[in-house]
């Protein structure tokens, strides 16, 4: 990829995450980049093309770092706590919200090509999920019931990581996860050099 066209999707996936799509303007790269406003232009567009291949680069991203079931050796507690700890080492290392979490909030603002792009990534999430419960976790569910619980899974750890973001205090993450995790293995989840009970 070209150097110029990468620092421009990671600053605007930098605004996007920290204050939303409608926080910057071609304008605002250029002058973090020390470009001109028609060098933006050359690589996209328009701000919905940058906006749509930042989200698309991001859900590549989430695919890759996803074990499959088919082919991992992950036990089903694994699989969830790793999907957990995504979210978890994503939001406490770069202190942002998740990018789709954020543009679905702005959706009746965004192109339908940026709109698709951001369904992408639940879609993506929910499938993974899914395949997850059916093959791992509860082989015994129904492809109904495996959704249902993918459902549960992504909406209680994006509401987590929304609350966290708005209360600014991580332990309102923790404690969802937690919870969803016991009621998913009755089992306690483990954060690195957090007791359960804290």
């Given amino acids: 990829m070209n150097d110029t066209r990468e620092l421009l999707e ?27 406003s028609s060098s933006v232009h050359y690589h996209f567009s328009t701000k919905s093309d940058l906006g749509t291949a930042v989200t698309k680069r991001y859900t590549r991203r989430f695919e890759e770092a996803l074990a499959y079931p088919k082919t991992s050796s992950l036990s089903p507690e694994e699989h969830i706590r790793e999907y957990i700890m995504m979210f978890y080492t994503e939001m406490t290392q770069t202190q942002k919200m998740c990018l789709c979490a954020v543009l679905s909030v702005e959706k009746t603002t965004l192109s339908d090509e940026m709109n698709a792009a951001t369904d992408a990534f639940y879609t993506l999430n929910l499938d993974w999920l899914t395949s997850v ?8 569910l129904t492809k109904v ?9 992504l909406a209680t750890l994006q509401g987590g990581l929304i609350g966290a973001s708005a209360r600014n205090d991580i332990e309102y993450y923790i404690f969802a996860a937690r919870g969803l995790y016991k009621d998913i ?14």
Avoid at 10 to 36: C, M, N, V, W
Avoid at 133 to 140: C, D, E, S, T
Avoid at 145 to 153: E, G, H, I, L, S
Wanted: aromatic letters at 14%.
């Fill in 10 to 36: 990671d600053r605007a996936e930098h605004y996007i995450r920290t204050g939303g799509f409608g926080s910057f303007s071609f304008r605002d790269l250029a002058q973090d980049l020390g470009i001109k």
């Fill in 133 to 140: 419960f059916l093959q791992v976790v509860n082989p015994k």
């Fill in 185 to 198: 293995f009755s089992k306690e989840l483990r954060f690195a050099n957090i007791k359960p009970e804290d």
């Fill in 145 to 153: 019931q495996a959704y249902q619980r993918a459902t549960q899974v």
